[in-house]
């Protein structure tokens, strides 16, 4: 089985916090449409004798294109790949961009899930971020979308800073209160050269306050606990059989193409992403010409990277699979390396297994470029 993301790198206005590739200009658009859709017909033998079980239109805001330019792609995905009968097609949307009509159209194209980037219900919150919507469209958002998707989830941030664990809490209950079933949520951060750690420098925005993070992130958790979401990746809540069938195959190794610029692919053990610019990348795909540079992971990538992705999980990291695939020296430097996180209650082996305890989650990635082979 395999995924593909699709990037679509257009914004109506740039949030402070962003560092993803994306441009505020849609005079590409047609242009980068043809170039995506090119792309994946360059491309259309990467993936052979695997079946694609996810689409996923990230970005940038890809809600930003129409219904019929959506459907394009998807069907150039259809005529070019195989694809699984039941296929998890989500779209990245903003709630600006999702009227009553809009919503009720989506629902009946291909797109089974919509990943809905609310932020906060608070208007404070959205204009320090920099935010298109505001606190009602969130709501009239998700009161419309609710009606005709079941499979929503929706982006919260926390940390932000002078956010009080009372309004936190009362982003997560009116959350709740939608019956929303997956929620991905992150701790504000300061990304270099992002409007945000512009604005930090200068004096103009609070810093960020860690133990605010976490104290939200303590929250966050017990709180969709008591909802029965289950904390299965470090950023994401989902409740049974709503977990990202898209993103859990990131964090199971398996193959995904990427399309777009900026975009990443991984499979037969190659890594390769696509130039972070759009003229380039329509200037290469329409020479027939792939605008990626690879690199082929070696047996310690391959080890780090399943060491990172597997402590941020609910699945682990598994001893034997660490022993089957990389070597009883590879083994070896895990338990050695784990021991002191062991000790102080951060990690914990079980049924053969390695996991972050409650307390080690919010640092697992720390944790985990700890255990790096090197």
């Not at 859709?37 to 360059?42: D, F, S, V, W």
């Not at 009362?170 to 709740?176: E, G, H, I, S, V």
């Not at 103009?204 to 289950?230: C, M, R, S, W």
């Not at 390769?272 to 990538?301: A, C, G, H, R």
């Amino acid at each position: 089985m395999a995924g593909i993301y699709i990037h679509i790198p257009f914004c109506k206005q740039a949030c402070y916090y962003c560092d993803f590739h994306f441009s505020t200009s849609l005079k590409k658009k047609d242009e980068l449409i043809d170039a995506l859709i090119h792309e994946i017909e360059l491309r259309h033998d990467i993936l052979k004798n695997q079946t694609v079980e996810t689409i996923y239109f990230g970005g940038g805001t890809p809600s930003l294109l129409s219904n019929a330019e959506l459907q394009k792609i998807i069907d150039t995905v259809y005529q070019k790949f195989h694809v699984c009968e039941h296929l998890e097609i989500t779209l990245e949307a903003n709630p600006d961009d999702l009227s009553v009509e809009r919503i009720k159209t989506l629902s009946e194209s291909k797109i089974n899930r919509l990943s809905i980037g609310i932020q906060s219900f608070f208007d404070h919150d959205l204009k320090r971020m920099n935010r298109a919507h505001d606190a009602n469209e969130a709501k009239i958002c998700l009161e419309e979308a609710t009606k005709y998707f079941n499979n929503i989830t929706i982006d919260l941030i926390y940390g932000i800073p002078e956010m009080s664990l009372e309004k936190w809490n009362q982003n997560l209950q009116k959350a709740f209160n939608f019956g929303i079933n997956h929620i991905s949520s992150y701790a504000l951060t300061v990304e270099p050269k992002t409007a945000l750690d512009t604005l930090i420098a200068k004096g103009a925005y609070p810093p960020i306050d860690e133990d605010l993070a976490l104290q939200h992130f303590n929250h966050l958790v017990e709180q969709t606990q008591k909802e029965g979401f289950v904390h299965y990746e470090i950023s994401n809540f989902g409740k049974p059989h709503f977990f990202s069938k898209h993103n859990t195959s990131y964090w199971h190794g398996k193959s995904y193409l990427g399309i777009g610029p900026s975009a990443h692919s991984f499979y037969n053990n190659q890594r390769s992403w696509n130039v972070s610019n759009n003229t380039k990348y329509i200037k290469s795909i329409m020479k027939n010409e792939l605008p990626s540079s690879t690199e082929n992971l070696t047996k310690e990538d391959a080890f780090n990277e399943y060491v990172m992705t597997g402590l941020r999980t609910i699945w682990g990291v598994s001893l034997q699979k660490v022993t089957a695939e990389f070597g009883g020296d590879f083994l070896q430097h895990l338990k050695q390396s784990a021991k002191k996180y062991i000790h102080q209650e951060l990690l914990y082996i079980e049924d053969d297994t390695l996991r972050t305890t409650q307390k080690g989650k919010f640092l697992c990635d720390g944790i985990a470029s700890e255990l790096f082979y090197l």
